[in-house]
Nanobody, 125 residues
Framework: QVQLVESGGGLVQAGGSLRLSCAAS????????MGWFRQNPGKEREFVAT????????YYGNSVQGRFTISRDGAKNTVSLQMNSLKPEDTAVYYC??????????????????WGPGTQVTVSS
């Protein structure tokens, strides 16, 4: 099993930036992809970004493409999400996730086996 913990959330004004980090521990060798999802209060969880450990291919949700960048550090078992040009609609709890496969697709929450507790991101106007 993989343990994940997010950090870097907080309050920022519209147009500002935040950088989220996710540290993985435990059985990390079995991870195939890492992803970021977000969930607004009372709404469904939304795909944000994902990265493959091998090759480093990345994919982004339409609402964040061009503004967010996901990256990895294999030696440290860490993934980061650089968020620029933040908008009030980006406000959500952001979750880090790890997957052993892409059986249901890397952008689908069902593909992910382990989840972090989440970190709050609030963007004010």
């Amino acid at each position: 099993q993989v343990q994940l913990v997010e950090s870097g959330g907080g309050l920022v004004q519209a147009g500002g930036s935040l950088r989220l980090s996710c540290a993985a521990s435990g059985r990390t060798s079995g991870s195939y992809t890492m992803g970021w999802f977000r969930q607004n209060p009372g709404k469904e969880r939304e795909f944000v970004a994902t990265i493959y450990w091998i090759g480093g291919a990345t994919y982004y949700g339409n609402s964040v493409q061009g503004r967010f960048t996901i990256s990895r550090d294999g030696a440290k078992n860490t993934v980061s999400l650089q968020m620029n040009s933040l908008k009030p609609e980006d406000t959500a709890v952001y979750y880090c996730a790890a997957s052993r496969s892409t059986r249901y697709g890397a952008t689908t929450a069902l593909s992910y086996d382990s989840w972090g507790p989440g970190t709050q991101v609030t963007v004010s106007s």
